[in-house]
């Protein structure tokens, strides 16, 4: 008589539980035992977010179980059931087998898991049960484009993605209390900001202080903004004013140390942002005003990168001229702000949700439909989509939607973002925009003796790229060791060519996927998948984390402001800054959503959620990448030790795994 012990984990979404009798048989490489009830007298098992275990005799032996056949029954009034996954273990041979599931269990379905079931589907010894079992997923994760011109995302939230009940609960009751304190706030305090110090009676402990909020009208501080901030990734190395911008030599001189615009960028200190991409941006109402602003810095001796030019609007002009650090104290503040406003629409359109969350739920779904739950690289990729496509799904009910927060809080609107949107579509790729190396290439901000010691965004996010790009290819090397595997392998085919397909044609649309998404080398699929992990974890984290203490400081990063921008160098006093900052309620509504959105939530990255690995060498894998993301910390608190002003966004344990927020 042998006891085998077997552990069941069930999933801590809403309903997950079951009142249901699950039954289970334990297959060997021949040998199976009976069936098993499993159940325990006076408790209630399958509870939500529950561990049971269980021990059950038989007289086969079965050293390491290789595969279990389990199934429930409709019994009871809450019979649904979500299982995360069952551990069995062979008591006299000490061997455990895990079975990762992450499903919803249906009544009166014989479900067979195997253990170590990863494999390429061409090896799969249960090939037809595979297909079916991917028919059955397509039907639920159907991709449909739900806004013209946007991504193509899930049409219907399937079971499967929904949040854990605890994870929704948690943001909607801190929603609901945000939105009780600002209330009583603005009760107490009205609409109109009295004087500067009134700004700060907002940071009541239920919000806390933003960390930016001590910085006012500060060049180097705005400077920083530009890299290591939320839009860190758009600094350009300047090699030629455009023709468009009116800056001249004479404008500019005091602020170059003594250098010509022409030496400054032989010297490689002249830096440009050029925001084109929103002139025609549509503003929510008539009287409001969206800018598509040049901004020319200069990184000087202290290195600091500094603003010394600000164009609002691309064209030349007598009404558009361009502002100087000598202007008057709050004219060049205004301008300042103004260029934000532009900064803060890329940010929240672009940036953060259509070049993280949208564009990667396609890549997800396209993920779940073509790639066996027991593919490898669906194995790979499924802790990074872990919530993606839920959060999505609130999003466009709550955040982007007409008369949602979104719209709401931004001069630009649910349109704005919309035509945004719609424009980056015609040019991100995969392989530039997506993969950071050439990103960063193709902005000439590579090399790291440009803006040395003071780009930590860079610095920090080219170690972690590395990190996660050596466990892939180790990963990917290890599955496609074989002479034709990836010509063998139909499903990593039909994948690649669903996510290039065009979004009018039913695909996700994706541009630069190497080889056009037909792969055949190790290398393109590296490529690709490292693209698709980093943006999913540390590129959003870039994007999303410092959005409270950025959008919270009005002066900062705001992302509405009333009024018109200046058409000329006179001066402007304070009390006009203060009314065309968002009034008091108009602050709090952003404040409370970008607080929401700043709080980490899920586990750190390489920490998965989903332990979906489980094949020894691709554990290895997994632990060696574990430890190379330590070493990554230690890298990142030395460099923050010596630091002017560290930068701790991108430190490995404050990375999710996912795009979960």
């Known amino acids: 008589m042998v006891s085998y012990k077997i552990s069941v984990k069930t999933g801590d979404k809403k309903g997950a539980g079951t009142d249901a009798n699950v039954y ?39 050293p390491e179980v290789q595969r279990i056949e389990l199934w429930r029954d409709n019994y009871g009034l809450l019979s649904n059931w979500y299982l995360d996954w069952i551990e069995v273990t062979n008591v006299e041979s000490g061997i455990t087998s895990i079975f990762p599931a992450m499903k919803w269990i249906k009544a009166d379905y014989h479900y067979l898991f195997n253990h170590i079931d990863t494999c390429l589907p061409q090896d799969d ?37 929904s949040f854990s009940f605890d994870y929704k609960f948690n943001i909607g009751m801190k929603l609901k209390t945000f939105a009780v304190e600002s209330k009583k706030i603005v009760m107490a305090n009205g609409l109109n900001w009295k004087d500067l110090a009134d700004v700060k009676t907002v940071y009541m402990p239920v919000f806390g202080v933003p960390e ?33 911008f009116g800056v001249t030599e004479e404008m500019v001189k005091p602020f170059l140390e003594g250098k010509t615009i022409e030496e400054a960028m032989k010297e490689k200190r002249l830096f440009i942002i050029d925001l084109a991409l929103l002139e025609g941006c549509p503003a929510k109402t008539e009287d409001l005003v969206i800018t598509c602003p040049f901004g020319l810095f200069y990184f000087n001796n202290a290195n600091h990168l500094m603003p010394i030019a600000i164009q609002l609007f691309q064209q030349k002009g007598t009404d558009n001229p361009v502002f100087l650090p000598s202007d008057p104290e709050y004219t060049w503040m205004m301008a300042k702000m103004w260029y934000n406003l532009a900064e803060a629409h890329y940010h929240q359109a672009l940036t953060h949700l259509n070049l993280t969350h949208f564009m990667m ?41 007409p008369g949602g927060i979104f719209d709401k809080t931004s001069n630009g609107g649910i349109n704005g973002a919309f035509f945004l949107m719609r424009e980056s579509m015609k040019f991100w790729r995969l392989d530039t925009h997506g993969t950071l190396p050439e990103n960063l290439k193709s902005r000439g901000v590579l090399d790291q003796s440009v803006l040395k010691d003071a ?23 290890h599955y496609y060791s074989v002479e034709g595997s990836f010509k063998a392998d139909y499903e990593i085919q039909n994948w690649g060519a669903e996510i290039v397909k ?18 055949e080398t190790n290398d393109q699929l590296v490529v690709t998948l490292t693209a698709i992990i980093y943006t999913c974890s540390v590129a959003h ?33 304070i009390e006009t800054i203060l009314k065309t900052i968002p009034n ?13 959105l700043s709080e980490k939530a899920t586990q750190s990255l390489g920490d998965f959620e989903k332990q979906l690995i489980v094949d020894p060498p691709a554990v290895k894998i997994v632990n060696e990448f574990r430890q190379s993301l330590r070493n990554v910390g230690k890298i990142i608190d030395e460099r923050n030790k010596i630091r002017e002003n560290p930068y701790d966004w991108l430190h490995p344990t404050a990375i999710p795994n996912a795009i979960s927020i």
């Open 502 to 519: 065009s979004r009018d044609d039913g695909g996700v649309g994706i541009l630069g996927v190497p080889n056009d998404g037909k792969f």
């Open 584 to 596: 008091r309620a108009e602050l709090l509504e952003l404040m409370s959503i970008t607080k929401v």
């Open 212 to 244: 930016n909020s001590e910085y006012f009208n500060d060049d180097a501080d705005f400077g920083r903004q530009r890299l290591a901030s939320l839009n860190s990734l758009l600094i350009t190395l300047c090699t030629a004013i455009p023709e468009k």
């Open 125 to 161: 010894p249960f090939k037809q049960k595979r297909a079916l079992e991917l028919q059955t997923i397509k039907k639920d994760y159907q991709l449909q484009v739900k806004v013209p011109g946007l991504p193509a995302q899930v049409k219907d939230l399937p079971d499967d993605e």
């Open 24 to 62: 289970i048989i334990l297959h060997g490489k021949g040998p199976q035992t009976s069936k098993y009830n499993l159940d325990t007298f006076f408790k209630n098992d399958f509870e939500e977010g529950s561990i049971d275990d269980y021990t059950v005799d038989s007289e086969v032996n079965i």
């Open 361 to 401: 739920e396609g890549i997800c779904v396209a993920t779940k439909r073509n790639l066996s739950p027991s593919h490898p690289i669906c194995r790979l990729l499924t802790p990074h989509f872990m919530y993606l496509i839920a959060i999505d799904f609130l999003g466009l009910g709550t955040l982007i939607n």
């Open 541 to 573: 984290a870039a994007a999303n984390f410092q959005q409270y203490d950025e959008y919270a400081a009005p002066f900062r990063m705001p992302f509405a402001m009333h009024g018109v921008p200046p058409k000329d160098k006179n001066q402007i006093e």
């Open 455 to 477: 780009y930590h965004m860079r610095d920090d996010a080219l170690i972690l790229y590395d990190a996660i790009k050596t466990y892939v290819q180790n990963y990917v090397t």
